[in-house]
């Protein structure tokens, strides 16, 4: 309504307003009309394997004599730390993932007997924890460990280790970067399958010249990530269909990705990654 006057009759009266087509909203300069803010890309799902607050998940297997005695699936906010029946140091960081007794799988009195002197000679624990795109590991007791980054079924024992775990300080076995660029080329056909398995054997050297089953304590660890990450390669191929991946990570949902999307998602995230 507007407030309008009528000339002839010299009174105040109420006269419609006319009815004008909407206006466009304008730019500053009152001349080209702003276009609307286009949505923002979608998040790379991927990135949710750096963050901080979402735990990767661990999963652990021990070996005594090449026997398996132990598997368990964890969560480890804080890592995990590797220890005899006996627990270890409750108050150090990490979440203790304790061996078993010897004697309920062993035979031979002289195997158990020096299987519980390696388990003891844990002491603190063997510690593995994930620091930004890397995993790093400490031993906190005496016993001396070698590691190497194998195939899943069975450790490279046909070479050197990767290296000992030190003691003193923290040390890096992993880097996410390298692992994300040879699944890129290895998508791409040009690279062999990247590895993500842990090996460690405890308390003796690394079973370079011998069959790894002769070693008294072997401890095979795989983050599940890795794991799912190179089966959603394999499955992908040339496919444009899409696939489900589960990360394996806290606070993730399984995503449904085509062979474009997760090549990508890998692309952008390897882009970001120290080397």
């Avoid at 388990?119 to 590991?137: E, F, T």
Wanted: overall charge negative.
């Amino acid at each position: 309504m507007a407030l309008g006057s009528v000339p002839d009759e010299g009174a105040s009266s109420l006269a419609v307003a006319p009815e004008y087509p909407p206006q466009l909203l304008l730019s500053p300069n009152l001349d080209i009309p702003a276009p609307y803010p286009n949505p923002a890309p979608p998040e790379n799902p991927l990135k949710q394997l750096l963050m901080p607050q979402d735990d990767w998940e661990f999963e652990v297997t021990a070996f005594y004599r090449g026997r398996q005695v132990f598997q368990q699936t964890v969560f480890c906010p804080r890592g995990l730390r590797l220890v005899g029946s006996e627990g270890g140091d409750r108050t150090l960081p990490g979440q203790p993932i304790t061996l078993p007794d010897p004697g309920a799988f062993l035979t031979d009195r002289a195997a158990k007997d020096y299987v519980s002197r390696v388990l003891s000679g844990l002491g603190g624990g063997l510690a593995l924890w994930r620091q930004g795109q890397r995993l790093c590991a400490q031993r906190l007791g005496p016993c001396h460990t070698y590691w190497a980054v194998g195939e899943e079924l069975l450790p490279d024992s046909g070479r050197g280790p990767d290296g000992e775990v030190p003691k003193e300080t923290e040390g890096s076995v992993f880097n996410l970067g390298p692992f994300v660029a040879d699944l890129i080329a290895f998508i791409n056909g040009s690279g062999r399958s990247p590895r993500y398995t842990f090996w460690f054997c405890i308390a003796e050297p690394w079973p370079q010249h011998q069959p790894w089953t002769k070693k008294l304590v072997m401890v095979k660890v795989v983050p599940t990530c890795l794991r799912a990450l190179l089966e959603m390669a394999r499955v992908g191929g040339a496919s444009s269909l899409e696939n489900t991946v589960d990360l394996h990570i806290s606070n993730s949902q399984p995503l449904s990705l085509t062979s474009e999307q997760y090549k990508a998602y890998l692309q952008d995230l390897v882009e970001g990654m120290d080397f």
